[in-house]
């Protein structure tokens, strides 16, 4: 741990905590329809969609479009993989994809999980990356911001019927956030060196004399998105650690940045809208508190080299460069490895798998208290407010009068909403994790407990929708690319519909003021009720797995025991 | 359900349209003019032909350069194209080795990395530079540490003939530091470091 790399963290913090209220302020203006520079266009869209903005719809209607809209999204992306091969913009000449492997990245996309069953340069068209995927890295991100948004009006209406009309939300947040922010930066990344072009493949002849095939693309449109929108989907395999992908160390903490900073800055949107700032901040600085934690202790495990090849002789001061790049270093490899993770962004500038293996655990428990350390745009958000939603429950148990949120009562109904969201995560990872484990257990590249911990991750990472993996382990065979798409809908849509039901829930119910005996959810004693809240559900479901994994790794390394 | 599919799929239509094309065609044409080299994959050319991109590394085993890190890239075998094969540096099929720490694979690897480059440097009596021994995230990593690049320094003056002092100034002035001077980590590029060293000292062929 030297300065140099505890600077850039700081810097990095000091960034995302400074974008949080000005981005967050503008995101309020946009879904409080106070944004209009961009009015003829939308206007002229809902016309041509047949969209009538002047209704509100219940949330049960709200839920429909959203269901409807998602698998016209699938369907679509299905069609396109398989049909590639008879389509244009594919120098490459890439083949129709597998269906399973279509069906899989298809759900990967559609649920803003972007997991590479695939990888880019190998098996996709540019057209399919670009009509294909990118499409999708758009509308999967403003459909989780939609669900936020509709769920924060719940709370802040003072009792209405409607939560508010999905497509509105949809377009709002595509074209007032989504595709400006965007546009600048692929522009940004090009100038850092990204390419954007539609060339066939460069045959390049290397100074030895050896021919070197380059794999090129309109890379920076798509990596612009998948950054900002917590998709993570590489155009590359490697993702981001491709120095196609991530050039430079400033294209680096830029693309850092974006990943975090939409899903920091609707903490502060949130605020503004239910009518008190503190509220946001409170949330946020729950958030940045685990944020931080993670940040330390990956940092400090990859500082350290592995003790087996400083035995065999090799330089330990530079710590575990195995599946990082020498650009960016252990600093900046741990800074993305623990916010791609906390926000279920999922795109990579080196290899978890080959991370040390408390280094490789936090990524994974960052994903396993549900993806609300930030989270997804608007997932890790809705995510938190369920956890909240138990907090104060929990809270009005202890005090023994019932819990209210933000002037609405939270009682029984929203309560096992709550629980059920919370619920169906150890389903997806350790159910379908176990049905893997049974059904194709050659998928596990390494022995040990690391082969444990590969299974694990995968599952994790597909159900929280994040998309970062443990490579070694082969995700793309008919088994693992069925489970793993069954555990990204669950993770998506087994969330988002009881948030949806929560919103219409507490939307339908009078606010009432505070009074002497209402609990205070802006102070630290609330910030602290619910991290505790979220480590002891996360820690009473998933603390066994992880000893039997990461944890019997780090001991059996420490014994130069290897597999 | 029948009244929400109308506008479903009409909204992925326009939204393939603005975002799936419009969008990244517009990204295209203005990247295009405006950093051409960079849109185009920042390739370098000489005598006509492209050599390679400045961002992408390339596999060096001649003596006389300045090697790079280890690359667990793979494609297909020439002998039979049905299997894969390993294939350093493949930038048409990025890849790290994805084993994880207790790998009796990985620490088999770094140890026969650490034993052919001692072989190739029998003056370091040291510990080898921890990014010449492991294979990095993508397969392609451009650089190495200014540490890894000094350690060679003495094997690649003596093959080309050249005075360890000249050749140590060669790689000092090829080390970036910082961007900013606060990101990243120092740094070499091998091939722009291979093409001045071709430049200023040519092979004898």
């Known amino acids: 741990m030297d300065a140099a790399g505890i600077l850039q963290i700081l810097i990095y913090i000091a960034v995302i905590a400074a974008l949080t209220p000005l981005l967050g302020g503008y995101m309020a203006k946009v879904y409080e329809g106070q944004a209009r520079f961009l009015g003829p266009v939308e206007r002229g869209l809902y016309k041509v969609c047949g969209v009538d903005t002047a209704r509100e719809q219940h949330w049960t209607g709200y839920t429909l479009s959203l269901l409807a809209f998602n698998l016209a999204g699938w369907a679509l992306l299905f069609g396109i993989q398989r049909l590639q091969g008879w389509l244009p913009l594919n120098p490459a000449e890439m083949a129709a994809v597998p269906p399973d492997l279509a069906f899989n990245t298809a759900i990967s996309f559609m649920t803003n999980t972007n997991w590479q069953s695939y990888g880019g340069e190998s098996t996709l068209s540019y057209l399919t990356q670009m009509v294909g995927l990118t499409v999708q890295n758009f509308v999967s991100a403003a459909t989780g911001m939609a669900v936020v948004v509709a769920l924060i009006r719940g709370f802040a209406s003072a009792s209405a019927r409607t939560i508010g009309n999905f497509y509105v939300d949809l377009v709002r947040s595509t074209l007032y956030i989504l595709l400006p922010l965007s546009f600048v930066a692929a522009l940004f990344l090009v100038w850092q060196g990204m390419p954007q072009n539609f060339d066939t493949y460069t045959a390049a002849t290397t100074l030895e004399g050896a021919n070197q095939v380059i794999a090129q693309g309109p890379v920076a449109s798509q990596v612009a998105i998948k950054q900002i929108g917590s998709n993570g989907g590489g155009f590359f395999n490697v993702n981001s650690s491709h120095p196609f992908e991530n050039p430079t160390p400033l294209s680096n903490i830029v693309e850092m940045t974006f990943l975090l900073m939409l899903a920091a800055a609707l903490t502060n949107t949130f605020g503004r809208m239910v009518k008190d700032q503190r509220q946001g901040w409170a949330i946020f600085?729950?958030?940045?508190?685990?944020?931080?934690?993670?940040?330390?202790?990956?940092?400090?495990?990859?500082?350290?080299?592995?003790?087996a090849m400083v035995a065999a002789g090799m330089d330990g001061t530079l710590g575990n460069m195995e599946g990082k790049e020498v650009r960016f270093g252990i600093a900046n490899s741990t800074i993305w490895a623990t916010a791609t993770t906390a926000a279920s962004n999922g795109s990579v500038n080196s290899m978890h798998d080959s991370f040390m293996p408390l280094g490789g655990m936090l990524p994974m428990i960052n994903m396993l208290l549900g993806e609300v350390i930030f989270g997804g745009v608007g997932a890790g958000l809705y995510g938190m407010l369920i956890f909240v939603v138990v907090a104060?429950?929990?809270?009005?148990?202890?005090?023994?009068?019932?819990?209210?949120?933000?002037?609405?009562?939270?009682?029984?109904?929203?309560?096992?909403?709550?629980?059920?969201?919370?619920?169906?995560?150890?389903?997806?990872?350790?159910?379908?994790?176990?049905?893997?484990?049974?059904?194709?257990?050659?998928?596990?590249?390494?022995?040990?407990?690391?082969?444990?911990?590969?299974?694990?991750?995968?599952?994790t990472s597909a159900t929280a929708n994040n998309g970062s993996a443990f490579a070694g382990w082969t995700a793309n065979n008919l088994v693992n690319n069925t489970l793993l798409g069954f555990a990204m809908l669950l993770g998506r849509f087994v969330v988002i519909i009881p948030v949806l039901a929560i919103a219409g829930a507490v939307a339908a119910k009078k606010s009432v003021p505070p009074s002497a005996g209402t609990f205070p959810t802006h102070g630290w004693l609330f910030v602290v009720l619910l991290v505790g809240v979220i480590l002891v559900v996360g820690g009473l479901t998933f603390f066994p797995v992880l000893a039997l994994g990461p944890i019997v790794e780090h001991l059996m390394l420490g014994a130069h025991t290897l597999f | 359900m029948l009244k929400e599919l109308r506008p479903a799929l009409s909204m992925i239509v326009v939204m393939t349209v603005v975002t799936g094309i419009a969008y990244p065609l517009a990204v295209t044409g203005i990247a295009q003019s405006v950093f051409a080299f960079q849109a185009g994959g920042s390739l370098i050319e000489k005598g006509g032909k492209v050599i390679g991109s400045e961002l992408i590394g390339q596999q060096f085993t001649d003596p006389g350069y300045f090697w790079g890190r280890p690359s667990a890239t793979s494609g297909a075998d020439p002998v039979d194209p049905t299997k894969t094969t390993s294939v350093p540096y493949n930038a048409a099929n990025s890849s790290g080795s994805n084993y994880g720490p207790t790998s009796k694979a990985l620490i088999d690897g770094a140890a026969a990395n650490i034993d052919a480059l001692r072989a190739a440097h029998p003056d370091q009596k040291g510990p080898v530079?921890?990014?010449?021994?492991?294979?990095?995230?993508?397969?392609?990593?451009?650089?190495?540490?200014?540490?890894?690049?000094?350690?060679?320094?003495?094997?690649?003056?003596?093959?080309?003939?050249v005075p360890f002092d000249d050749m140590h100034k060669l790689v000092a002035e090829h080390t970036e530091g910082r961007s900013l001077g606060i990101l990243g980590e120092p740094r070499v590029n091998v091939l722009k470091l291979n093409l001045a060293l071709d430049e200023k000292w040519p092979p004898n062929k």
Request: proline share 6%; charged share 15%; glycine share 14%.
């Open chain 1, 392 to 459: 104060v429950f929990i809270a009005g148990l202890m005090v023994g009068r019932t819990p209210e949120y933000l002037g609405k009562k939270i009682e029984s109904k929203e309560v096992k909403l709550a629980m059920l969201a919370v619920l169906i995560f150890p389903v997806g990872v350790l159910g379908l994790g176990a049905a893997s484990l049974l059904g194709m257990p050659g998928a596990i590249q390494d022995g040990g407990p690391h082969g444990l911990s590969e299974v694990l991750y995968g599952f």
């Open chain 1, 285 to 307: 600085a729950a958030m940045g508190l685990m944020l931080v934690i993670g940040l330390g202790v990956t940092y400090w495990s990859e500082v350290q080299a592995n003790p």
């Open chain 2, 129 to 161: 530079p921890a990014d010449l021994v492991t294979a990095s995230g993508s397969g392609l990593d451009p650089h190495i540490t200014p540490a890894a690049a000094q350690w060679q320094v003495k094997r690649v003056a003596a093959v080309r003939h």
